[in-house]
């Protein structure tokens, strides 16, 4: 198996059980924003403890890179996925997850990161007709609001914004657990506000565990991620959201007795013709 190819699949996995981990948050009372924040700040502080330049991380490159980037990858999308999933369940919530490819390569292309290729806009155009028949196929009964399914739609974009964001402006001559600890940091920096503005979550300790758990997904998941980063461009990178979105899923049905309705297989095999089509390359960029 290639390098690229394990680093996807590692990350995939770690960073979707941190899907059904949030579920279970969510069950045990706590809030959005506390938890997505104290997840964030204990993850990036015991990958900032890891990493071997922490002493330089207050370059005013860095610490822009690392707040735009935390904003972008985490603190946005986990929040976002954190109020959507009581209503969508563990499952709807984790194919959202099949969007970023596609929303990665139209926001590569219009930053000139992408050539214009006929069948990878096909291919966008045909994800996000599968992620259509993911709404529309919904029961009556478990229909969600429409102010749900748009949140739900954010979790994509800010992915796929923090894509080829991360991959543009990556700074050399730093190691992934420092890159990685410094955008969670900044993520929890930037929901500190709202912390201070919110509920502060249960303060029980037997709710704590929880966010040790997220802790150790998301810290060991985001160490492979950026080692993913610097050996894939943002297309293939952001196919990680397949492997999280198949981990979710079958957290969603083992954990919570998630029902896949009859619409889930043919809108999932819809978005990965659309993904075969974003992902193709033409025969002489194989030579």
């Not at 700040?41 to 822009?64: D, E, P, Q, T, Y």
């Not at 050399?172 to 940091?185: F, I, K, Q, R």
Request: aromatic residues 10%; glycine residues 12%.
């Amino acid at each position: 198996m290639n390098k690229p190819l394990t680093l996807l699949i590692m990350t995939g996995i770690l960073l979707g059980a941190t899907l059904p981990v949030a579920r279970l948050a969510s069950g045990a009372g706590w809030s959005p924003i506390p938890f997505t924040f104290w997840a964030a700040l204990g993850s990036g502080l015991i990958l900032l403890i890891a990493g071997r330049r922490g002493r330089m991380l207050l370059s005013a490159h860095v610490a822009k890179y690392s707040l735009i980037a935390g904003i972008l990858g985490v603190a946005l999308p986990n929040s976002l996925a954190f109020v959507v999933m009581p209503g969508l369940g563990t499952t709807t919530t984790s194919l959202a997850y099949t969007l970023p490819p596609l929303f990665t390569y139209a926001f590569g292309w219009m930053a000139g990161m992408e050539r214009y290729r006929a069948s990878r806009l096909a291919g966008v155009l045909l994800g996000m007709a599968g992620a259509g028949l993911l709404v529309l196929g919904k029961p009556a009964h478990q229909a969600a609001p429409g102010a749900e399914v748009l949140l739900a739609l954010g979790i994509p974009l800010s992915v796929a914004a923090g894509n080829v964001y991360r991959k543009r402006y990556l700074p050399e001559g730093y190691d992934a657990p420092t890159l990685a600890g410094s955008m969670l940091v900044a993520g929890a920096a930037a929901l500190l506000p709202l912390l201070l503005a919110s509920d502060p979550g249960p303060g029980g300790s037997t709710d704590w565990p929880l966010v040790l758990l997220q802790c150790t997904f998301t810290s060991l998941g985001y160490l492979v991620y950026f080692r993913f980063q610097k050996v894939a461009d943002p297309v293939y990178f952001s196919q990680l959201g397949y492997v999280m979105s198949a981990t979710g899923v079958l957290g969603g049905v083992l954990l919570f007795g998630e029902k896949l309705t009859p619409w889930m297989p043919v809108a999932v095999a819809v978005i990965a013709a659309g993904v075969v089509l974003v992902n193709r390359r033409p025969a002489q960029a194989l030579a």
